[in-house]
């Protein structure tokens, strides 16, 4: 598993009168390390030690201590063999000229950080396959024997691509040895949001190419699962702009994406794939993942493609979204969109639906029973014209402003009395 040409160190002799083996430094020579994972419980780096299930695990503890200060190598190699999630890297590891602060890297020197974090001590280039696709990038890490601090957050650093997918990050792992939690200023690209899923395994739609710039923080000792929030993203997908909070948790009997997104102004080409409505640009994601053109119709703003319901039941969604500006071609004027989409066992809900449409408005509900075969769906949507909408507003207005309206009133009973003096005379 491991391969050392060479291995120095140097012993302190006095303290071992205290039953204590003390190393100041040990160094490793050109060190070469081969993980290799065959499932979730077959690996070569996880030990059953001859002692572990022994009568004498109730026996004393030893009097003897271990303290190691640091560990140096020159250069060193990881390969990394993973059947399970399909990944097969070679990373090759280089220590820094010297220490770089972690500040120095994150761009925020003078702010203060609220727990003190290590400093990045080695810099890495990893090259290889991940999930079938080809993965490649570098970045930076801190020391060995910061790995087993429990108090003092381990920086991380790194700017990867896997196909046409770009993840870059900047932040720290807490408790690394035991993966408590991970604090991250975080970056995705690529060429589709449906590219993630074998990424990260949250199920996301077929877009046009994105980016997104946000905060992750991420716990994996929940009692329910994993946690990841990613929260105050800001983004564009294709010519939309996306903003918003969102979390998503792992769990039985299946994960959950939950959270607020608001876009100022929406293409319904960019997110149409979600609902079957294809852009029909040219190189569009949904016609290459099909294999078949089947653009949407001019002027048609129902779904002319089949819904896609395949992944509805990988997981569930509680999600509130709020659209200022939809533009369909430049024919549709939509405003004002907002609705609550729940996912529920491939039971899709938009409830309540409402939209500005033509200065009149649409509000309802909208099912969809993506669990049947054929897809089976309601919509109970009313419509109100913009004359309905403006007596709504006066009526509105005049509720909130009382004394307003009962000025209104004075005057014009002042009118007549004046119109009946004049005709008197």
Not at 67 to 80: H, Q, T
Not at 229 to 236: K, P
Not at 343 to 364: M, S, V, W, Y
Request: glycine share 12%; net charge positive; proline share 6%.
């Amino acid at each position: 598993m491991v391969h050392l040409p060479r291995v120095e160190a140097t012993l302190a002799p006095l303290v071992l009168l205290s039953k204590t083996v003390y190393l100041p430094w040990i160094k490793l020579e050109q060190p070469d390390a081969r993980l290799i994972r065959l499932s979730e419980k077959t690996n070569n780096w996880t030990f059953d030690l001859a002692s572990a299930g022994s009568s004498e695990k109730d026996a004393a503890p030893s009097s003897w201590s271990f303290r190691l200060d640091n560990i140096l190598f020159d250069r060193g190699k990881i390969a990394v063999d993973d059947k399970v999630s399909r990944a097969d890297v070679t990373i090759v590891v280089d220590p820094l000229g010297k220490p770089l602060a972690f500040s120095e890297v994150t761009g925020e020197k003078g702010k203060g950080q609220p727990q003190k974090v290590g400093d990045y001590v080695f810099g890495l280039q990893a090259k290889g396959s991940y999930n079938g696709q080809p993965l490649s990038g570098s970045g930076k890490i801190g020391g060995m024997l910061a790995l087993r601090s429990e108090g003092t957050p381990f920086p991380l650093q790194g700017d990867f691509r896997s196909g046409n997918t770009r993840v870059a990050f900047t932040g720290t792992v807490s408790d690394p040895l035991n993966l408590g939690g991970v604090d991250l200023r975080l970056k995705f690209s690529g060429d589709s949001l449906g590219d993630l899923y074998d990424l990260t395994g949250v199920l996301l739609p077929d877009t046009p190419a994105f980016s997104t710039d946000g905060h992750l923080r991420a716990t994996f000792k929940e009692k329910n699962g994993s946690r990841f929030a990613y929260q105050d993203f800001n983004g564009r997908i294709g010519e939309s702009d996306i903003h918003g909070s969102l979390t998503y948790t792992t769990g039985k009997p299946r994960p959950k994406l939950e959270g607020d997104l608001e876009s100022r102004q929406l293409r319904l080409a960019d997110l149409g794939p979600l609902i079957g409505v294809d852009s029909g640009g040219k190189g569009s994601q949904t016609e290459r993942r099909k294999g078949e053109t089947s653009p949407q119709p001019a002027g048609k703003v129902l779904p002319y493609d089949r819904f896609e319901t395949d992944k509805w039941q990988v997981m569930d969604a509680d999600v509130r979204f709020k659209g200022r500006r939809i533009e369909h071609g430049g024919t549709l004027p939509i405003s004002d969109l907002s609705t609550h989409v729940i996912l529920e066992r491939g039971d899709l809900r938009l409830q309540p639906l409402r939209l500005g449409l033509a200065n009149g408005t649409i509000a309802g509900s909208i099912h969809l029973e993506g669990d049947k075969k054929p897809l089976q769906g309601t919509a109970n949507l009313q419509a109100r014209p913009p004359e309905a909408e403006s007596a709504d507003a006066k009526r509105g207005d005049d509720a909130e402003n009382p004394r307003r309206n009962e000025r209104r009133c004075a005057a014009s009973r002042h009118r007549q009395l004046r119109r009946r003096a004049a005709g008197q005379q």
